[in-house]
């Protein structure tokens, strides 16, 4: 059974940093591309970063570009999203997600597995 669980969200005041974790299990973590997406309250779940299985390759959306990075341990089965320069819009469910094709993938029904979520606020 494959298990995706994410950790690390929390309250930060807006200009804060969090890093948010997914931990895998239940699936062969190096041969999946990891991405993550949010969803805030009202709007639909957008694309956040990914990283192909390799760690070779990473996708951001304009949104966090400079702000955000994604990286993964495969040796933890772990992919991580530091967050930095927080800023109230960022507030949301940020989910992981992994994806067994190669390529990065940008759009949620690429995926194969998910998740539960974990709630990222930023106060002003």
């Known amino acids: 059974q494959v298990q995706l669980v994410e950790s690390g969200g929390g309250l930060v005041q807006a200009g804060g940093s969090l890093r948010l974790s997914c931990a895998a299990s239940?699936?062969?973590?190096?041969?999946?591309?990891m991405g993550w997406f949010r969803q805030a309250p009202g709007k639909e779940r957008e694309f956040v970063a990914a990283?192909?299985?390799?760690?070779?390759?990473?996708y951001y959306a304009d949104s966090v570009k400079g702000r955000f990075t994604i990286s993964r341990d495969n040796a933890k089965n772990t992919v991580y999203l530091q967050m930095n320069s927080l800023n109230p819009e960022d507030t949301a469910v940020y989910y992981c997600?992994?994806?067994?094709?190669?390529?990065?993938?940008?759009?949620?029904?690429?995926?194969?597995?998910w998740g539960q979520g974990t709630q990222v606020t930023v106060s002003s």
């Open positions: 239940g699936l062969t973590f190096s041969r999946y591309s």
């Open positions: 990283r192909s299985r390799t760690g070779g390759s990473t």
């Open positions: 997600a992994a994806d067994r094709t190669p390529d990065i993938a940008t759009m949620a029904y690429q995926y194969d597995y």
